[in-house]
């Protein structure tokens, strides 16, 4: 299984991130993406995967950190790009429920990294929240979609996601499949096999099983058996698919 979206830099790791990590390999985990949301987390991704031969990053500043953008993050970003394990950028996009920046400044942001995407030919990691139809249109406008790229935590309907997968982008999905009524259920089965990737989004989103909990990476498996439940489909086919699915999107060197 491969967890394409974790946070393994994040504080609630701090007491036992190497036990946390060696777990989640014991339990099944080939390898883990690790996304970095500002410049310090960016390098702590790539620090992290320096660390262990599994791990990859991808850097970016998350639309919530958009008011910190600046010109030289860019260059900063781009310096720390020329590392091998960093396979794409992200998490960036809109966020319009917690508006934790202007909206403003989070489209300014979200396009420059764009920019910086088509200049390092590296696919996108999307965080995309009450924003869809405005993510979209800069999608369309600056054709980023061409990169390749993730919709993370895949929070929209069926009619978005078919957008999305007609041009070839991949949905992700973590533990918010496995709670009750949650929209992701009937996302799942109505786009390709081929476009679906795995993610814990940990320390964030646990499965139903660890509600409240702090979040790992080989919690995967029951988002994984979840996805074999609704697909009616063996959780190791699922399980070759998916890790075959991020293999293409990343390229993992
Ligand atoms: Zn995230």
Known sequence: MIDTHAHLDDKKFD???????????????????????????SRLSVELSQKYPQ??????VHPHASKHFALSTVSELEKLSANPKVVAIGEIGLDFYRNWSPREDQEKAFKSQIELAFKLKKPIVYHIREAFEETWAIILE???????????SFSGNVDQAKKATELGLY?????TLTYKNSL????????????????????YLP?????????????VQYVLEKMSELLNKPFDELEKITSSNAQRIFKFP
């Open 15 to 41: 007491s036992d991130r190497e036990k946390v990590i060696q777990e989640s390999f014991t339990n099944g985990i080939e390898k883990i993406v690790n996304i970095g949301t500002d410049l310090k987390t």
């Open 184 to 203: 992701a259920q009937e996302v799942v089965k109505n786009i390709p096999l081929d476009l679906i990737l795995l993610e814990t989004d940990c320390p």
């Open 142 to 152: 600056t054709k980023a979609y061409q990169l390749g790229g993730i919709l993370h």
């Open 207 to 219: 499965p139903q099983p660890y509600r409240g909990q702090r979040n790992q990476p080989d919690y």
């Open 171 to 175: 949905l992700s999905f973590n533990g």
């Open 55 to 60: 791990i990859y990053a991808s850097i970016a």
